[in-house]
């Protein structure tokens, strides 16, 4: 792996700039990769048509790794946007989970997309084994930077989220802890043998002795319904103000995993905006300042799920070429070492 990739893998993980989604079944990406690689624009077009709608035919494919997202021109002159799930991941319970949670902050008033009833009267229909939604296309930019003012509308719109998250559970998603972050997807990495011979002894020794430190550190923590994948960079800022976008990877989790997400850095700069954002926060919402402690045993979390989340799709060629130095020696060493900081970090503050 190239000094380059190593950056650039350690700042996504920590930012939250790809995907870290969650598998909860048991069904293997790559074994249906072929599937949605046989996603044609056509295939694209033939079902927003079938959906009720009449598109152009103009059709434009949107970042994502996790799933296909296209643009869809209408004749009408709007377009939507199609979102189309990776096979083998999520069960439609787990989809509608989502569109429930969408449908219940839009009935608050607070900005977000809301998946479009289609023809079928559910939110989610199939073409071709691959499930698909619609949703109305929200005009807006990617706020340039994370000001101060931004924070403040940012704290108060995530704790009126939160709100709403708190009212219900989701028996069908994944719930974020030490089992399921953590020993779960050391177990998947280990016996699909993800971890080279020279590495898969230390990794699990280094991943053990994380989460026997910060297991005891979750327990009573209440979880609720949270974005999941909240990151600067699933915000819009649009004519009403600021949205949150895609909240495809909606857990059960602690609160403060939104807000570390949403402000990653643990410098004195890093810091002081999560203060601002706290303080925004805890003008709608009561934030119990104990979950501070769990920010870096999250983290940690987070890189051993980032891992996961790849190795459960390389043989997708669209990971093959882009995460090429999965896998690969020195891409474990330096996730030992990463892991070890961690460790070290979580040791000096919290234990």
């Given at each position: ?8 893998l ?27 690689n ?40 709007d377009?939507?946007?199609?979102k ?31 998946p ?7 939110t ?16 807006g ?19 009126r ?53 910060i ?5 009573d ?8 994948d ?9 004519r009403d103000?600021?949205s ?72 997708d ?35």
């Amino acid at each position: 792996m190239s000094p380059a990739d190593s950056v650039t893998l350690k700042l996504t993980r920590l930012s939250g700039g790809f995907r870290l989604p969650a598998m909860t079944d048991q069904i293997k990406s790559h074994e249906l990769a072929h599937v949605f690689n046989e996603l044609t624009p056509e295939r694209v077009i033939h079902s927003v048509e079938s959906a009720g709608h009449t598109p152009t035919g103009r059709v434009a494919i949107l970042n994502s790794y996790e799933n296909r997202v296209y643009r869809i021109e209408l004749e009408s002159g709007d377009s939507l946007v199609g979102k189309y799930y990776r096979p083998g991941r999520w069960s439609n319970e787990t989809i509608l989970e989502e569109h429930h949670f969408l449908k219940e902050l839009d009935a608050e008033e607070i900005p977000t997309a809301v998946p479009l009833t289609l023809r079928n009267g559910s939110t989610i229909d199939e073409i071709h084994g691959i499930r698909f939604s619609l949703f109305p296309r929200i005009l807006g930019r990617s706020p340039q930077e994370m000001d101060d003012e931004l924070l403040k509308k940012v704290g108060h719109l995530i704790a009126r989220i939160h709100n709403v998250g708190s009212r219900e559970t989701a028996a069908h998603r994944l719930y974020l802890t030490p089992a399921t972050y953590g020993m779960e997807n050391l177990m998947y990495l280990l016996e699909n043998n993800h971890i080279p011979a020279e590495a898969a002894r230390l990794y699990e020794l280094v991943v053990r002795g994380l989460l026997e430190r910060i297991s005891p550190m979750f327990e009573d923590v209440p979880l609720q319904r949270i974005h999941g994948d909240c990151h600067f960079g699933n915000l819009i800022e649009t004519r009403d103000g600021i949205s949150f976008l895609d909240f495809d990877d909606m857990v059960m989790g602690p609160v403060v995993q939104d807000i570390w997400m949403l402000v990653p850095s643990i410098d004195d700069h890093g810091l002081a905006q999560r203060r601002v954002l706290l303080s925004a926060y805890q003008e709608i919402r009561d934030f119990d300042a104990t979950q501070l402690r769990l920010i870096e045993p999250l983290r940690a979390l987070r890189f051993i799920h980032y891992s996961t989340w790849i190795a459960r799709r390389f043989e997708d060629p669209t990971f093959k070429h882009t995460f090429g130095y999965f896998g690969t020696l020195q891409y474990w060493q330096n996730e030992i070492n990463d892991l070890r900081e961690q460790i070290a970090r979580i040791d000096t503050f919290y234990c």
